[in-house]
């Protein structure tokens, strides 16, 4: 489908089942509820993290060894994976350019943004056929305003018991950050 989920870990591999339990949530989330085809590099920790995918999935996975030595049979995942680094960038850059200042890749915003840059891939961008991954995976256009990560918006506050006084605000200002608004 060329759709792209990214998430950022602590540590590669399944030290924390963290990474497996995120895998195994992107799976879903496109969709997928039939057999699934896990393929990884040969990598150790790639494979154990394979392993720790394959446990929670049950009888729906399948493993796929790739051919030994041939980094090519993965080739649409790798470009995947150069084409998400390379939009991080470019967003990360839009970011502090927007804020006028230096994020660490430490950062917390991070893992926002490196979301963000998934459902970007995922939602928008269109292959040589026209289709994007979500057309692709779920046969229809993506129905939603697109925002660039960081950018000003204002947003409703929730009914409380203390916004009930004529006076007081409904509307906040804050900043995108993907999928929710925060401050920066």
């Not at 990598?43 to 060894?65: H, N, S, T």
């Not at 967003?91 to 970007?120: C, F, N």
């Not at 929730?158 to 006076?167: I, P, Y």
């Amino acid at each position: 489908s060329r759709a792209v989920r990214a998430w950022t870990m602590r540590n590669k591999g399944v030290c924390f089942e963290e990474a497996a339990f995120r895998a195994v949530e992107g799976i879903k989330a496109f969709g997928h509820t039939d057999k699934t085809l896990v393929r990884v590099d040969i990598e150790p920790a790639l494979k154990a993290l394979r392993g720790e995918v394959i446990k929670l999935l049950g009888q729906k996975a399948i493993p796929v060894a790739p051919p030994a030595k041939e980094s090519e049979s993965n080739g649409a995942i790798e470009n995947g994976v150069k084409l998400f680094k390379g939009l991080l960038r470019v967003h990360l850059q839009a970011l502090e350019r927007k804020i006028d200042g230096y994020i660490p890749s430490s950062h917390p915003v991070m893992t926002w943004l490196a979301e963000h840059v998934s459902d970007v891939i995922t939602k928008y961008l269109q292959c040589s056929d026209g289709k994007t991954g979500y057309q692709r995976l779920f046969g229809k256009q993506v129905n939603e305003e697109g925002i660039e990560f960081g950018e000003k918006v204002m947003f409703r506050l929730k009914r409380s018991h203390e916004t009930k006084v004529v006076l007081d605000p409904r509307w906040r200002t804050g900043y995108w950050l993907g999928r929710t608004w925060g401050s920066i």
